[in-house]
């Protein structure tokens, strides 16, 4: 049972362009969580969908970032005009419920905003 | 979700047994204790969990106080492939569980 997964694990973008980070979750799983690491910190939630909805955007800055979760395909976090501070890790996580169940991460894409 | 304490880092021979302690004094009665750890450039991995009882599986043991305030996942025999850090994080199984506070952890170093 594939895990997981993300892509691309590394990706470098320049000021200004646009950053498309994707995820599939584990088979099985209909929740998908985004959580961003910024160096030498610790994990910090930013977006938890499911299925076409977005359930909870609490920690999602309010410009320039945005995520979806289409009926067909994967999850894709998406950041409008990167700045340096986005450099960070993003990891993607899934569950297959909303409630009573480990929530399983992939192994993250690495943004570096140059 | 409440948060936990642990310390910052911590050492441990291999092959012999490490045992990270957590406090979460404010724990509710449908917080579920769970351990992920991260090692070096990749996502965290599930470890363990339980809510009253000690639980083993093949990665660890847990083992819950009777209050439910403090908890220790064991590793019974350290390998240099346990060096990682390790989060304890309180899982309500009331609510939406999306949204994780990963702390600080602890830094387990493993020396050969």
């Known amino acids: 049972n594939a895990g997981v997964m993300q892509n691309p694990r590394h990706l470098v973008r320049r000021r200004g362009q646009e950053a498309r980070l994707r995820c599939s979750p584990m088979k099985g799983h209909s929740h998908v969580y985004w959580y961003r690491q910024l160096p030498e910190e610790g994990l910090k939630f930013m977006v938890y969908l499911q299925k076409e909805n977005i359930i909870d955007e609490s920690g999602m800055p309010k410009e320039r970032f945005s995520a979806e979760f289409p009926k067909e395909g994967p999850s894709i976090l998406r950041i409008q005009q990167v700045v340096r501070g986005d450099s960070a890790a993003y990891f993607c996580?899934?569950?297959?419920?909303?409630?009573?169940?480990?929530?399983?991460f992939g192994e993250g894409s690495w943004l570096t905003v140059v | 979700d409440a948060k936990t304490t642990q310390p910052n880092s911590m050492e441990s021979n291999e092959e012999e047994p490490v045992h990270l302690p957590c406090n979460h004094s404010?724990?509710?009665?449908?917080?579920?204790i769970h351990w992920y750890r991260q090692l070096p450039s990749q996502g965290p991995e599930y470890v363990i969990h339980?809510?009253?009882s000690n639980v083993n599986n093949r990665m660890a043991s847990l083992a819950i106080a009777e209050d439910r305030k403090s908890s220790t996942l064991i590793l019974h025999r350290a390998t240099l492939r346990d060096a990682a850090v390790y989060y304890c994080i309180l899982m309500n199984y009331g609510g939406s569980q999306g949204n994780l506070i990963f702390g600080k952890g602890t830094k387990l170093s493993v020396k050969p």
């Open positions: 996580a899934s569950s297959p419920f909303s409630s009573g169940n480990t929530i399983y």
């Open positions: 339980g809510l009253t």
């Open positions: 404010t724990i509710s009665g449908t917080d579920y």
